[in-house]
Each structure stands twice: as C-alpha cells, then as structure tokens.
C-alpha cells in the first residue's frame, strides 16, 4: 500500500489550501482513512477520518474549517482546509489503518507528508 499526499504550501491566514493523498490498490474502500498534522514539538494530532461507508468526523480545533473526501474510482481522498489559521501550521499526513482510531499508532500506512504554512 503506498499513500502520496500534494497540495501542500505557504497560504495567509484565512486563506484556504486543499490537500490530495493518492493511494494505491483498493485501500479507501478497504480502511479508514484519516489525516493527521504534526507541529514542531507538539504531538500527532488527527485531524479528519472517512471510513468505508463515507462517515466523516473532526475536532473541534478544525471543525466547520475542513471538509475530507474520497474518490474510490480515483484511489484519491482530499481534505479541503479553509479559515486556515496560523496554529494549523504542520506537516500534514494522509494514513490508512483497519478502525477509525483517534491514535496515529492504530493506522499501519502513511504518506511521506506535506507542509502546510499559514502566515498571519
């Protein structure tokens, strides 16, 4: 299974950017799919899950701010960041796992990671 996220970049705060994380096989219809962000010195914090029947879920930290999806035909999931804020700087992951766990260590695949930088 390989996962490759795009789309990362600079954006002013309250800008928006949109993230794309392009797996191989027939993964999102076979695990939950979740994207996590790691600032520097903070921990690894989920910030979307989708699971097999399209159910989405987020904290509240970003809640009403970014939208995940999937497209099974095209083996891609992206997550649609708007209101972006300052404290949303991180390196965002794209990861498959078999449940939808809130931890990072319940999902067995990741993508390399995107940065994502938003100036105030």
């Known amino acids: 299974v390989q996962l490759v996220e795009s789309g990362g970049g600079s954006v002013q705060s309250g800008g928006s950017l949109r993230l794309s994380c392009v797996g191989s096989g027939y993964i999102f219809s076979s695990f939950c799919m979740a994207w996590f962000r790691q600032a520097p010195g903070k921990e690894r914090e989920r910030v979307a899950i989708?699971?097999?029947?399209?159910?989405?879920n987020y904290p509240d930290s970003v809640k009403g701010r970014f939208t995940i999806s999937q497209d099974n035909a095209k083996n891609t999931m992206t997550l649609q960041m708007n209101s972006l804020k300052p404290e949303d700087t991180a390196m965002y992951s794209c990861?498959?796992?078999?449940?939808?766990?809130?931890?990072?260590?319940?999902?067995?695949?990741w993508g390399q990671g995107t940065q994502v930088t938003v100036s105030s």
């Open positions: 990861a498959a796992g078999d449940f939808c766990f809130k931890r990072y260590e319940a999902y067995k695949y």
């Open positions: 989708i699971d097999r029947y399209g159910s989405s």
